[in-house]
């Protein structure tokens, strides 16, 4: 499936449930058109892993991830030998007598003996097209690993040092996104269409809880938008995104709630706040304050 406008490339990701401006819609678009892989970053829970998910199921393509955390190498994210099997070798060779070395040394590296990890398997064909390799917060690694994708990323091919370069007979379509942690170097952005996924305004995020919690009252739907947006605004270690959204607007229907009420807040911040600290801090009369500057938002009147 190619997309030849930013129009069906919003309505591909959509179609999936997944609601975004023009803005991404556009370069989604260009990175698809143009081959270039694409750099997304924002806050922990906007929806930029779901961007490569939406693409894949939109597309009908093989989604591969590359999860990433400190200490990520090579053996990990592109390949690393079946070390196991090349012993049951070794030793099935030496039973049977007559061992030439050399050649004995020349079979153990071949594919046979190769474990593919994510990196490599997104460079070999796959069924119905290119995949989608998604980078997952690559800025949990550190820069070494950073210059080991410079090549897969700049010409789409793995090099082996016992079997050679492995290149990708299509390029996969690329997603890396950050929670930015830290600062990804310039040498790895250049190669990427970037875009910085943002909090959605109030009437966006209402119809993205539409679309992922479609049972929420219209009513419940715009107190919980408006408290959240709210909530941000506040003084946080960790602000509530899009994801938390959706969990509380499901926890609320879950216990029946038809409207906020601070004493339902109280019960329920563990689905929108994550860290003690920040739960403490809506503790006694904050929840209410916030609650009720989020209704006035509501009918400024």
């Known amino acids: ?17 997944y609601i975004c401006g023009r803005d991404l819609s556009t370069v989604v678009y260009l990175a698809l058109k143009l081959g270039r892989p694409l750099f997304l970053e924002g806050e922990a829970g906007v929806g930029k892993t779901e961007i490569a998910k939406a693409l894949a199921a939109g597309l009908d393509r093989r989604l591969i991830r590359l999860q990433c955390y400190e200490g990520l190498d090579a053996s990990s994210a592109v390949y690393e030998w079946n070390f196991t099997q090349q012993m049951i070798a070794i030793r099935a060779a030496e039973a049977s007598g007559g061992v030439d070395r050399a050649a004995l040394t020349s ?109 929420t009252a219209d009513a419940l739907s715009r107190e919980v938008v408006a408290f959240v947006q709210q909530l941000r605004t506040e003084d946080l270690f960790k602000k509530p995104g899009v994801a938390e959204t959706i969990d509380w607007a499901k926890c609320l229907l879950a216990l029946d709630v038809i409207s906020l009420s601070p004493e339902v807040i109280a019960d329920t911040l563990g689905a929108i706040l994550k860290y003690q600290d920040d739960i403490q801090k809506l503790q006694g009369s904050e929840a209410k304050r916030i609650l009720d500057e989020a209704k006035a938002s509501l009918d400024p009147a």
């Open 1 to 17: 499936m190619h997309l030849n406008s930013i129009d069906e490339t919003s309505a591909l990701l959509a179609g999936q449930d």
């Open 107 to 215: 079979d153990l590296f071949t594919e046979d003996f190769l474990i593919e990890r994510p990196l490599l398997e997104a460079m070999r064909p796959q069924p119905g097209g290119a995949p989608v390799l998604l980078i997952d917060e690559l800025d949990r690694t550190d820069e070494p690993f950073e210059a080991y994708l410079l090549e897969a990323l700049s010409d789409f091919q793995i090099t082996i040092p016992e079997l050679g370069t492995i290149a990708a007979p299509e390029p996969p379509i690329v997603i890396l996104t950050s929670n930015r942690t830290r600062e990804v170097h310039d040498a790895l952005k250049r190669r990427c269409l970037y875009h910085w996924v943002d909090y959605p305004s109030f009437e966006r995020e209402i119809e993205i809880l539409q679309v992922r919690a479609p049972e």
